[in-house]
Protein backbone atom coordinates (compact mmCIF):
# COMPACT_ATOMS: atom_id res chain seq x y z
CA UNK A 1 0.00 0.00 0.00
CA UNK A 2 1.24 3.27 -0.59
CA UNK A 3 1.36 6.53 1.62
CA UNK A 4 -1.69 7.63 0.60
CA UNK A 5 -3.12 4.42 1.40
CA UNK A 6 -3.97 3.20 -2.66
CA UNK A 7 -3.39 -0.10 -3.04
CA UNK A 8 -1.27 -0.80 -6.23
CA UNK A 9 -1.49 -4.83 -7.42
CA UNK A 10 1.25 -6.38 -8.81
CA UNK A 11 1.23 -9.65 -9.64
CA UNK A 12 3.63 -12.24 -11.96
CA UNK A 13 0.53 -14.27 -12.99
CA UNK A 14 -1.88 -11.65 -13.25
CA UNK A 15 0.52 -10.05 -15.47
CA UNK A 16 1.26 -13.16 -17.57
CA UNK A 17 -2.26 -13.48 -17.95
CA UNK A 18 -2.91 -9.93 -19.15
CA UNK A 19 -0.18 -10.14 -21.53
CA UNK A 20 1.53 -6.77 -20.40
CA UNK A 21 5.40 -6.91 -18.86
CA UNK A 22 5.52 -7.75 -15.21
CA UNK A 23 8.49 -5.17 -14.90
CA UNK A 24 6.55 -2.32 -16.62
CA UNK A 25 3.44 -3.17 -14.48
CA UNK A 26 1.75 -0.32 -12.38
CA UNK A 27 -1.48 -2.04 -12.08
CA UNK A 28 -2.92 1.66 -13.33
CA UNK A 29 -2.82 0.75 -17.32
CA UNK A 30 0.14 2.15 -19.43
CA UNK A 31 3.35 2.83 -17.26
CA UNK A 32 3.84 6.48 -16.67
CA UNK A 33 6.89 7.46 -14.58
CA UNK A 34 4.32 8.53 -11.54
CA UNK A 35 3.17 5.25 -11.56
CA UNK A 36 5.87 4.06 -11.80
CA UNK A 37 7.91 5.61 -9.06
CA UNK A 38 4.41 4.86 -7.17
CA UNK A 39 5.17 1.56 -7.61
CA UNK A 40 8.73 1.79 -6.18
CA UNK A 41 8.18 3.55 -3.05
CA UNK A 42 6.39 0.10 -1.94
CA UNK A 43 9.22 -1.58 -2.17
CA UNK A 44 12.13 0.56 -1.93
CA UNK A 45 13.03 3.02 0.55
CA UNK A 46 12.13 6.43 -0.84
CA UNK A 47 11.77 4.68 -3.91
CA UNK A 48 15.31 5.00 -5.03
CA UNK A 49 18.60 3.42 -4.52
CA UNK A 50 20.76 6.08 -4.39
CA UNK A 51 19.29 8.90 -2.21
CA UNK A 52 19.60 11.40 -4.98
CA UNK A 53 17.62 10.34 -7.65
CA UNK A 54 14.39 11.04 -5.74
CA UNK A 55 14.32 14.17 -6.78
CA UNK A 56 13.99 15.70 -3.48
CA UNK A 57 16.68 18.26 -4.21
CA UNK A 58 14.69 19.96 -7.13
CA UNK A 59 11.51 18.77 -6.92
CA UNK A 60 8.86 16.47 -8.90
CA UNK A 61 9.38 12.87 -9.17
CA UNK A 62 11.82 11.53 -11.13
CA UNK A 63 11.50 10.24 -14.51
CA UNK A 64 12.12 6.23 -14.79
CA UNK A 65 14.71 4.80 -17.30
CA UNK A 66 13.34 2.13 -19.41
CA UNK A 67 16.33 1.84 -22.05
CA UNK A 68 19.51 4.05 -23.12
CA UNK A 69 21.43 4.22 -26.25
CA UNK A 70 23.95 6.52 -26.89
CA UNK A 71 23.55 10.20 -25.62
CA UNK A 72 19.80 9.10 -24.91
CA UNK A 73 18.11 8.01 -22.14
CA UNK A 74 14.45 6.89 -22.57
CA UNK A 75 11.64 7.15 -19.59
CA UNK A 76 8.97 4.56 -19.15
CA UNK A 77 6.69 6.78 -21.53
CA UNK A 78 8.79 7.04 -24.30
CA UNK A 79 10.08 10.22 -23.69
CA UNK A 80 13.92 10.29 -24.85
CA UNK A 81 16.56 12.96 -22.75
CA UNK A 82 19.73 14.31 -23.93
CA UNK A 83 21.66 12.41 -21.12
CA UNK A 84 24.30 14.77 -19.31
CA UNK A 85 24.79 12.57 -16.43
CA UNK A 86 25.84 9.17 -18.17
CA UNK A 87 25.67 7.93 -14.91
CA UNK A 88 27.49 10.39 -13.02
CA UNK A 89 30.37 9.51 -15.59
CA UNK A 90 30.75 5.63 -15.70
CA UNK A 91 29.18 5.74 -19.44
CA UNK A 92 32.17 7.83 -21.10
CA UNK A 93 31.65 6.09 -24.15
CA UNK A 94 28.26 6.74 -24.01
CA UNK A 95 24.77 4.16 -23.21
CA UNK A 96 25.29 0.85 -24.75
CA UNK A 97 28.37 1.30 -26.94
CA UNK A 98 28.74 -1.77 -28.75
CA UNK A 99 32.29 -2.62 -28.11
CA UNK A 100 30.94 -2.49 -24.47
CA UNK A 101 28.04 -4.77 -24.86
CA UNK A 102 29.55 -7.00 -27.41
CA UNK A 103 32.51 -7.46 -24.56
CA UNK A 104 29.64 -8.11 -21.77
CA UNK A 105 27.35 -10.33 -24.07
CA UNK A 106 30.58 -13.21 -24.54
CA UNK A 107 31.71 -13.24 -21.03
CA UNK A 108 28.34 -13.75 -19.66
CA UNK A 109 28.13 -16.81 -22.11
CA UNK A 110 30.99 -17.86 -20.37
CA UNK A 111 29.66 -17.29 -16.80
CA UNK A 112 29.06 -14.67 -14.49
CA UNK A 113 30.90 -15.35 -11.33
CA UNK A 114 33.65 -17.95 -10.01
CA UNK A 115 34.86 -16.33 -7.38
CA UNK A 116 38.23 -17.85 -8.44
CA UNK A 117 40.97 -15.62 -10.13
CA UNK A 118 40.73 -14.60 -14.18
CA UNK A 119 42.18 -13.88 -17.05
CA UNK A 120 40.18 -10.73 -17.25
CA UNK A 121 40.64 -9.44 -13.79
CA UNK A 122 44.48 -9.99 -14.40
CA UNK A 123 44.41 -7.49 -17.72
CA UNK A 124 42.10 -5.13 -16.39
CA UNK A 125 44.98 -4.56 -13.36
CA UNK A 126 47.72 -4.76 -15.90
CA UNK A 127 45.74 -1.85 -18.11
CA UNK A 128 45.62 0.25 -14.84
CA UNK A 129 48.86 -0.30 -13.58
CA UNK A 130 50.55 0.62 -17.25
CA UNK A 131 48.00 3.68 -17.28
CA UNK A 132 48.48 5.25 -13.91
CA UNK A 133 52.61 3.84 -13.12
CA UNK A 134 52.05 5.36 -9.35
CA UNK A 135 49.62 1.78 -9.01
CA UNK A 136 52.17 -0.97 -9.04
CA UNK A 137 49.99 -3.31 -7.47
CA UNK A 138 45.81 -3.26 -8.12
CA UNK A 139 43.01 -4.81 -6.04
CA UNK A 140 39.93 -5.25 -7.65
CA UNK A 141 36.57 -4.30 -5.39
CA UNK A 142 32.82 -3.68 -6.15
CA UNK A 143 32.66 0.01 -5.87
CA UNK A 144 34.21 3.43 -5.23
CA UNK A 145 32.88 3.35 -1.39
CA UNK A 146 34.67 -0.32 -0.92
CA UNK A 147 37.87 1.15 -2.93
CA UNK A 148 38.15 4.02 -0.33
CA UNK A 149 37.06 2.48 3.10
CA UNK A 150 39.86 -0.20 1.65
CA UNK A 151 42.09 2.67 1.31
CA UNK A 152 41.93 4.53 4.94
CA UNK A 153 42.11 0.50 6.19
CA UNK A 154 45.55 -0.23 4.81
CA UNK A 155 46.80 3.23 5.23
CA UNK A 156 46.00 2.69 9.09
CA UNK A 157 47.38 -0.94 9.17
CA UNK A 158 50.84 -0.02 6.98
CA UNK A 159 51.75 3.82 9.21
CA UNK A 160 50.13 2.02 12.29
CA UNK A 161 48.51 5.07 13.03
CA UNK A 162 45.04 6.17 13.14
CA UNK A 163 44.45 9.90 11.43
CA UNK A 164 43.29 10.61 8.63
CA UNK A 165 42.75 14.23 6.61
CA UNK A 166 40.14 15.11 4.66
CA UNK A 167 38.72 17.94 2.80
CA UNK A 168 34.86 19.87 3.14
CA UNK A 169 32.75 19.03 0.38
CA UNK A 170 35.03 15.85 -1.10
CA UNK A 171 33.04 12.62 -1.19
CA UNK A 172 34.01 9.25 -1.07
CA UNK A 173 31.58 6.82 -1.05
CA UNK A 174 29.20 6.08 1.94
CA UNK A 175 32.50 5.44 4.32
CA UNK A 176 31.57 5.97 8.06
CA UNK A 177 35.12 7.57 8.76
CA UNK A 178 34.34 10.40 5.65
CA UNK A 179 31.18 11.09 5.29
CA UNK A 180 31.80 14.07 8.01
CA UNK A 181 33.30 15.66 5.03
CA UNK A 182 30.12 15.98 3.06
CA UNK A 183 29.90 17.04 -0.75
CA UNK A 184 27.89 15.32 -3.28
CA UNK A 185 24.56 13.98 -2.06
CA UNK A 186 25.32 14.83 1.42
CA UNK A 187 25.32 18.01 0.37
CA UNK A 188 22.27 17.97 -1.66
CA UNK A 189 20.48 16.80 1.39
CA UNK A 190 21.63 19.55 3.67
CA UNK A 191 23.22 17.05 6.08
CA UNK A 192 26.67 17.77 7.88
CA UNK A 193 26.88 14.03 7.79
CA UNK A 194 24.64 10.97 8.21
CA UNK A 195 22.83 9.41 11.43
CA UNK A 196 23.70 6.11 12.44
CA UNK A 197 27.49 7.02 12.39
CA UNK A 198 28.96 6.49 16.07
CA UNK A 199 31.59 9.72 16.98
CA UNK A 200 34.01 7.16 17.46
CA UNK A 201 33.94 6.40 13.79
CA UNK A 202 34.76 9.97 12.83
CA UNK A 203 37.01 10.37 15.71
CA UNK A 204 40.11 10.26 13.96
CA UNK A 205 39.12 12.25 11.07
CA UNK A 206 40.28 15.53 11.09
CA UNK A 207 38.11 17.79 8.04
CA UNK A 208 39.60 20.89 6.42
CA UNK A 209 39.09 23.34 3.82
CA UNK A 210 40.19 22.17 -0.02
CA UNK A 211 42.66 23.92 -1.75
CA UNK A 212 44.57 24.30 1.32
CA UNK A 213 47.00 22.27 2.46
CA UNK A 214 47.34 21.82 6.14
CA UNK A 215 49.74 21.40 8.72
CA UNK A 216 50.36 17.23 9.26
CA UNK A 217 51.03 15.31 12.24
CA UNK A 218 53.21 12.50 12.94
CA UNK A 219 49.94 10.69 14.17
CA UNK A 220 48.60 11.14 10.66
CA UNK A 221 47.91 7.55 8.75
CA UNK A 222 46.55 9.79 5.26
CA UNK A 223 45.42 12.59 3.39
CA UNK A 224 42.63 11.71 0.81
CA UNK A 225 41.59 13.67 -1.10
CA UNK A 226 39.79 14.67 -4.40
CA UNK A 227 42.15 15.18 -6.84
CA UNK A 228 39.82 17.50 -9.02
CA UNK A 229 36.66 18.37 -6.61
CA UNK A 230 33.67 16.74 -8.37
CA UNK A 231 31.18 16.68 -5.54
CA UNK A 232 30.98 20.17 -4.50
CA UNK A 233 30.57 21.05 -8.20
CA UNK A 234 33.48 21.15 -10.24
CA UNK A 235 36.49 23.09 -8.71
CA UNK A 236 40.48 22.77 -9.79
CA UNK A 237 42.90 22.22 -7.53
CA UNK A 238 44.76 25.25 -6.93
CA UNK A 239 48.10 26.17 -8.19
CA UNK A 240 50.94 23.59 -5.82
CA UNK A 241 47.62 22.84 -3.33
CA UNK A 242 48.77 18.94 -4.71
CA UNK A 243 52.17 18.91 -5.05
CA UNK A 244 51.87 20.77 -1.20
CA UNK A 245 50.12 17.76 0.11
CA UNK A 246 52.59 15.36 -1.64
CA UNK A 247 55.54 17.26 0.14
CA UNK A 248 53.25 17.31 3.66
CA UNK A 249 52.53 13.61 3.49
CA UNK A 250 56.15 13.05 2.58
CA UNK A 251 57.36 15.14 5.38
CA UNK A 252 55.23 13.61 7.54
CA UNK A 253 55.55 10.21 6.65
CA UNK A 254 51.94 9.42 5.54
CA UNK A 255 50.19 8.12 2.73
CA UNK A 256 48.82 10.35 0.11
CA UNK A 257 45.42 9.13 -0.97
CA UNK A 258 44.02 10.17 -4.71
CA UNK A 259 40.17 9.39 -4.91
CA UNK A 260 39.91 8.90 -8.18
CA UNK A 261 36.41 7.22 -8.73
CA UNK A 262 35.25 10.34 -10.62
CA UNK A 263 38.75 11.38 -12.52
CA UNK A 264 40.39 8.31 -13.11
CA UNK A 265 40.82 7.80 -17.14
CA UNK A 266 38.03 10.86 -17.49
CA UNK A 267 40.22 13.50 -17.43
CA UNK A 268 43.39 12.14 -18.67
CA UNK A 269 44.53 8.71 -19.58
CA UNK A 270 46.19 8.64 -16.56
CA UNK A 271 43.44 10.12 -14.52
CA UNK A 272 44.39 14.05 -12.62
CA UNK A 273 47.20 12.47 -11.25
CA UNK A 274 48.61 12.85 -15.07
CA UNK A 275 46.84 15.67 -15.47
CA UNK A 276 48.51 17.31 -12.45
CA UNK A 277 52.09 15.28 -12.37
CA UNK A 278 51.83 14.35 -8.97
CA UNK A 279 51.90 10.85 -7.84
CA UNK A 280 50.27 9.50 -5.04
CA UNK A 281 50.85 6.42 -2.79
CA UNK A 282 47.65 5.22 -3.13
CA UNK A 283 44.56 5.69 -5.74
CA UNK A 284 40.71 4.43 -5.54
CA UNK A 285 38.92 4.10 -8.60
CA UNK A 286 35.72 3.21 -10.35
CA UNK A 287 33.13 4.36 -12.92
CA UNK A 288 34.96 4.33 -15.81
CA UNK A 289 36.78 1.43 -14.93
CA UNK A 290 33.91 -0.49 -14.64
CA UNK A 291 32.16 0.47 -18.39
CA UNK A 292 29.09 0.79 -16.73
CA UNK A 293 28.91 -2.31 -14.63
CA UNK A 294 29.81 -2.30 -10.68
CA UNK A 295 33.21 -1.98 -9.81
CA UNK A 296 36.11 -0.55 -7.68
CA UNK A 297 39.64 -0.50 -7.41
CA UNK A 298 42.47 -0.05 -4.86
CA UNK A 299 45.98 0.54 -6.85
CA UNK A 300 49.20 2.28 -5.17
CA UNK A 301 53.03 1.03 -4.47
CA UNK A 302 53.74 -2.20 -3.97
CA UNK A 303 54.81 -2.08 -0.37
CA UNK A 304 51.53 -0.56 0.62
CA UNK A 305 49.60 -2.70 -1.65
CA UNK A 306 51.37 -5.65 -0.52
CA UNK A 307 50.20 -5.37 3.24
CA UNK A 308 46.92 -6.49 2.25
CA UNK A 309 46.00 -10.13 3.10
CA UNK A 310 46.92 -12.67 1.75
CA UNK A 311 50.31 -11.27 2.13
CA UNK A 312 49.90 -8.53 4.90
CA UNK A 313 47.64 -8.32 7.66
CA UNK A 314 45.30 -5.66 6.51
CA UNK A 315 41.97 -7.85 5.48
CA UNK A 316 39.97 -7.32 2.06
CA UNK A 317 37.86 -10.38 0.19
CA UNK A 318 34.82 -9.81 -1.99
CA UNK A 319 32.29 -12.42 -3.51
CA UNK A 320 32.43 -10.40 -6.54
CA UNK A 321 35.32 -8.92 -6.67
CA UNK A 322 37.13 -8.70 -10.34
CA UNK A 323 33.50 -9.93 -11.79
CA UNK A 324 33.82 -11.21 -15.25
CA UNK A 325 30.95 -8.89 -16.77
CA UNK A 326 32.61 -5.80 -14.97
CA UNK A 327 36.05 -6.40 -16.53
CA UNK A 328 34.93 -7.51 -19.24
CA UNK A 329 32.97 -4.25 -19.68
CA UNK A 330 36.05 -2.27 -18.43
CA UNK A 331 38.43 -3.57 -20.86
CA UNK A 332 36.04 -3.10 -23.79
CA UNK A 333 35.97 0.70 -22.33
CA UNK A 334 39.57 1.68 -21.87
CA UNK A 335 40.40 -0.07 -25.28
CA UNK A 336 38.82 2.87 -26.98
CA UNK A 337 40.15 5.94 -24.57
CA UNK A 338 43.42 6.74 -26.64
CA UNK A 339 45.43 9.98 -26.27
CA UNK A 340 43.36 11.50 -29.16
CA UNK A 341 39.92 10.53 -27.65
CA UNK A 342 40.36 12.62 -24.52
CA UNK A 343 41.96 15.81 -26.32
CA UNK A 344 38.56 15.61 -28.17
CA UNK A 345 36.55 14.82 -25.30
CA UNK A 346 38.22 17.80 -23.10
CA UNK A 347 37.32 19.82 -26.71
CA UNK A 348 33.81 18.70 -26.58
CA UNK A 349 33.38 19.41 -23.04
CA UNK A 350 34.69 23.26 -23.55
CA UNK A 351 32.33 24.28 -26.34
CA UNK A 352 29.18 22.74 -24.64
CA UNK A 353 30.39 25.00 -21.61
CA UNK A 354 30.69 27.67 -23.82
CA UNK A 355 27.62 27.10 -25.45
CA UNK A 356 25.81 26.87 -21.74
CA UNK A 357 27.41 29.87 -20.57
CA UNK A 358 26.62 31.97 -23.31
CA UNK A 359 22.60 30.95 -23.45
CA UNK A 360 22.21 31.88 -19.90
CA UNK A 361 24.20 35.12 -20.47
CA UNK A 362 21.64 36.16 -23.26
CA UNK A 363 18.67 35.25 -21.20
CA UNK A 364 20.26 37.27 -18.07
CA UNK A 365 20.44 34.04 -15.91
CA UNK A 366 23.46 34.06 -14.06
CA UNK A 367 25.46 30.53 -14.60
CA UNK A 368 28.88 29.78 -14.41
CA UNK A 369 29.92 26.33 -16.34
CA UNK A 370 33.71 25.73 -15.15
CA UNK A 371 35.48 22.91 -16.74
CA UNK A 372 38.27 20.63 -16.32
CA UNK A 373 39.10 17.77 -19.05
CA UNK A 374 35.98 16.36 -19.55
CA UNK A 375 33.96 17.53 -16.74
CA UNK A 376 31.98 20.41 -16.44
CA UNK A 377 30.33 21.96 -13.01
CA UNK A 378 27.35 24.30 -12.68
CA UNK A 379 27.36 27.37 -10.25
CA UNK A 380 24.16 29.11 -10.38
CA UNK A 381 24.28 32.81 -9.13
CA UNK A 382 26.24 36.02 -8.92
CA UNK A 383 29.10 34.43 -7.10
CA UNK A 384 32.79 34.54 -7.73
CA UNK A 385 33.89 31.43 -8.89
CA UNK A 386 33.97 28.61 -5.91
CA UNK A 387 37.52 27.52 -4.85
CA UNK A 388 36.41 25.49 -1.72
CA UNK A 389 33.06 23.79 -0.24
CA UNK A 390 31.81 26.92 1.81
CA UNK A 391 31.74 29.24 -1.02
CA UNK A 392 30.54 26.59 -3.47
CA UNK A 393 27.90 26.51 -1.08
CA UNK A 394 27.06 29.81 -2.50
CA UNK A 395 25.53 28.66 -5.66
CA UNK A 396 21.66 29.65 -5.52
CA UNK A 397 19.99 25.66 -5.47
CA UNK A 398 16.50 27.29 -6.14
CA UNK A 399 18.07 28.44 -8.70
CA UNK A 400 19.50 25.13 -10.13
CA UNK A 401 16.15 23.66 -9.48
CA UNK A 402 14.45 25.65 -11.48
CA UNK A 403 16.97 25.75 -14.72
CA UNK A 404 16.83 21.58 -14.19
CA UNK A 405 13.24 21.31 -14.26
CA UNK A 406 13.34 23.49 -17.27
CA UNK A 407 15.93 21.74 -19.44
CA UNK A 408 13.90 18.54 -18.50
CA UNK A 409 11.19 19.84 -19.93
CA UNK A 410 13.25 20.28 -23.44
CA UNK A 411 14.73 16.84 -23.13
CA UNK A 412 17.98 17.78 -21.82
CA UNK A 413 18.38 15.45 -18.38
CA UNK A 414 21.20 16.90 -15.94
CA UNK A 415 21.91 15.55 -12.37
CA UNK A 416 19.17 16.06 -9.56
CA UNK A 417 21.31 18.05 -7.57
CA UNK A 418 23.12 21.63 -7.96
CA UNK A 419 26.54 19.87 -6.72
CA UNK A 420 26.89 17.59 -9.33
CA UNK A 421 28.72 17.80 -12.64
CA UNK A 422 27.74 17.62 -16.17
CA UNK A 423 29.70 14.64 -17.99
CA UNK A 424 31.02 14.59 -21.53
CA UNK A 425 31.50 11.51 -23.29
CA UNK A 426 32.02 10.12 -26.96
CA UNK A 427 27.95 10.19 -27.88
CA UNK A 428 28.03 13.79 -27.33
CA UNK A 429 28.39 14.86 -30.78
CA UNK A 430 28.36 18.72 -32.26
CA UNK A 431 24.74 18.07 -33.18
CA UNK A 432 24.28 16.74 -29.72
CA UNK A 433 25.87 19.07 -28.26
CA UNK A 434 24.49 21.80 -30.46
CA UNK A 435 21.07 20.72 -29.14
CA UNK A 436 21.94 20.95 -25.31
CA UNK A 437 23.01 25.00 -26.32
CA UNK A 438 19.65 25.98 -28.11
CA UNK A 439 17.25 24.13 -25.91
CA UNK A 440 19.54 25.31 -22.38
CA UNK A 441 18.74 29.21 -23.79
CA UNK A 442 14.86 28.38 -23.81
CA UNK A 443 15.48 26.92 -20.37
CA UNK A 444 17.05 29.58 -18.80
CA UNK A 445 14.46 32.20 -19.99
CA UNK A 446 11.96 30.06 -18.00
CA UNK A 447 14.33 29.88 -15.49
CA UNK A 448 14.79 34.03 -15.38
CA UNK A 449 10.53 34.40 -15.46
CA UNK A 450 10.09 31.63 -12.39
CA UNK A 451 12.35 33.19 -10.68
CA UNK A 452 12.43 36.66 -11.38
CA UNK A 453 8.83 37.52 -12.91
CA UNK A 454 8.34 38.71 -16.67
CA UNK A 455 8.62 42.58 -15.69
CA UNK A 456 11.56 42.63 -18.19
CA UNK A 457 9.49 41.94 -20.70
CA UNK A 458 11.68 39.15 -21.78
Known amino acids: MSPTGTVIPYCAAACAAAGCDPVLCTGRGA ?35 ARAEGPYVFDVEGRRYIDLVQSYGAVILGHAHPAVTAAVAA ?14 EMKLAEEIRARMPSCQRVRLMNSGTEATSTAVRLARGFTGRDRIVAFHGNFHGATDAL ?5 SGVATLGLPGTAGVPAGAVAETLVVPYNEVPSIGDDVAAVIVEPVAANMGVIAPAPGFLAGLREACDSAGALLIFDEVITGFRLDTGGAQAKYDVAPDLTTLGKVIGG ?26 GTLSGNPLA ?28 LLRDACLAAGF ?22 DFASAKLTDERAYAVFFQAMLAEG ?6 AYEAIFVGLAHTDVVIAAVGEAAGRAALV ?8 SDGR
Open 179 to 183: LAAGG
Open 292 to 317: GLPIGALGGRRDVMETLTPIGTVFHA
Open 31 to 65: PSNETMFARSEQAIPGGVNSSIRAFRAVGGHPYVV
Open 107 to 120: AAAEGTSFGAPTPR
Open 447 to 454: AKRAIHGA
Open 327 to 354: TAAGLAALGQLTPDVYMELSARARRLAA
Open 366 to 387: PVQFPVVGTVAGIVCGEIPPPT
Open 412 to 417: VAMAPG
